[in-house]
């Protein structure tokens, strides 16, 4: 089946998360990724538990979700031979992704300015913490970062957790996984503005400023009303939260007095709905030391999935906190087929969540494993360059290869 980005040749300078989940939007898309990583070691997440094991085998479980669908090319840049290699390779792509440290391509020279200037439709993105586009700067940029750093100074993880408790980041790698599906945006943002001009262009994608901009209620909360959201309970609504079950638990949001009426109606408190102490959500938000037990000795009563259903079909919109076990159980993800299944030649089936979202004329995604390290050396350098064995040879004697 045609992918939308059929046709289209991105190279992966990439490790650990953000950039890995960037190309394999991508690739989920359509797009032939070459995966750049080093002789004998490559990414790093290949070598950070857990494993999936069998028969002698094992492949870390984080490398296989967000690598399936590439090409692994393992090649060292250290080398002139290897840069070489990179440089003709990169003359064949549409896209460069690379978040390496800062400035680590700019040491060796090869940067979107040098290729550039002789491939004038290379898209390359950059993904760091804090920015690299020139006269876009700031004092951090050339700082390292990892994913709970950018929540933490994106105000964040200032949010996430209880008042009387530390703050708390939420959950692993989210700022990197955002930061793939920001940098995904922009490459096809670029894709199709190339199609209008036939030039290509640097993406400059920050972790903290993508995190920055999906805590947009904390600025626009200050900005206007010159407030400074804290964890706990919000000023402004209530009830939201995660509220017990006789046997587990359920999330609730009760953004307005529309959903509050059919709240109150459901757990049959219609006096509530009038109540001068719940006509609006700051008022709920602060007697919520009131509003809170009435609803947990109504639910109490209930199962998790009675009162989703009870709630719902009331016209309130809730949902239940899934385990593991629950989402693998769970009905609607069989019948969205969002965990698809993935073989490995060498460790078997395993299921991985499906990359969203769904489009009605390419419905269906590719489910190539993940690959060996250096698994396509030899592919890339016959069919993509032209290399002949005997020049292969050479360069894999010279350290300059793996496969």
Avoid at 204 to 216: I, P, V
Avoid at 301 to 313: G, I, M, P
Avoid at 371 to 391: A, D, R
Wanted: contains cysteine.
């Amino acid at each position: 089946m045609e992918r939308p980005l059929s046709g289209i040749r991105a190279i992966g300078l990439e490790q650990y998360i953000a950039g890995p989940y960037c190309t394999l939007l991508l690739a989920d898309a359509g797009a032939e990724i070459i995966k750049i990583e080093r002789p004998g070691k490559g990414d790093p997440r290949r070598s950070m538990p857990p494993f999936a094991e069998k028969k002698g085998n094992r492949k870390a479980a984080g490398f296989m979700s967000y690598n399936r669908n590439k090409k692994s090319l393992a090649l060292n840049l250290q080398h002139l031979e290897g840069q070489k290699i990179f440089h003709e390779l990169a003359t064949t792509a549409d896209v460069v992704v690379e978040n390496l440290r800062p400035g680590a391509m700019d040491k060796i020279g090869l940067n979107y300015s040098n290729l550039s200037s002789s491939h004038t439709r290379l898209i390359w993105a950059i993904i760091s913490g804090f920015g690299q586009l020139k006269g876009y700067k700031g004092p951090y940029s050339d700082r390292p970062a990892f994913d709970i750093v950018a929540e933490a100074m994106s105000g964040i993880m200032h949010q996430v957790g209880y008042a009387d408790k530390p703050p708390s980041d939420t959950l692993y790698g989210m700022a990197d996984i955002y930061t793939g599906m920001v940098t995904a945006f922009g490459i096809m943002q670029a894709l199709f503005m190339r199609e209008r001009t036939g030039k290509g262009q640097l993406i400059d994608s920050a972790m903290f400023d993508n995190m920055l901009s999906l805590n947009e209620s904390m600025v626009a909360l200050h900005s206007v009303a010159g407030q400074s959201p804290m964890r706990g309970t919000p000023k402004n609504l209530f009830p939201r939260g995660a509220f017990k079950t006789k046997d587990g638990y359920i999330a609730l949001n009760v953004p307005d007095n529309i959903i509050w009426e059919r709240l109150c109606k459901a757990i049959n408190r219609i006096d509530m709905i009038e109540d001068p102490r719940c006509k609006t959500g700051v008022e709920r938000a602060a007697n919520a030391h009131y509003i809170q037990p009435i609803i947990e000795v109504w639910l109490e009563q209930l199962t998790r999935d009675d009162a989703v259903e009870k709630l719902n079909s009331s016209g309130v919109p809730t949902g239940p906190v899934n385990t593991a076990e629950d989402i693998f159980s769970d009905p609607h993800v069989n019948a969205r087929g969002l965990l698809m299944p993935i073989t490995d030649s060498e460790v078997g089936k395993h299921l991985f969540a499906r990359s969203p979202p769904f489009l009605s004329e390419a419905p269906t995604l590719p489910t190539e494993s993940a690959p060996k390290l250096g698994e396509h050396t030899i592919e890339i350098l016959t069919e993509v360059l032209g290399y002949s064995g005997e020049k292969i040879n050479e360069l894999s004697e010279g350290g300059v290869i793996g496969h």
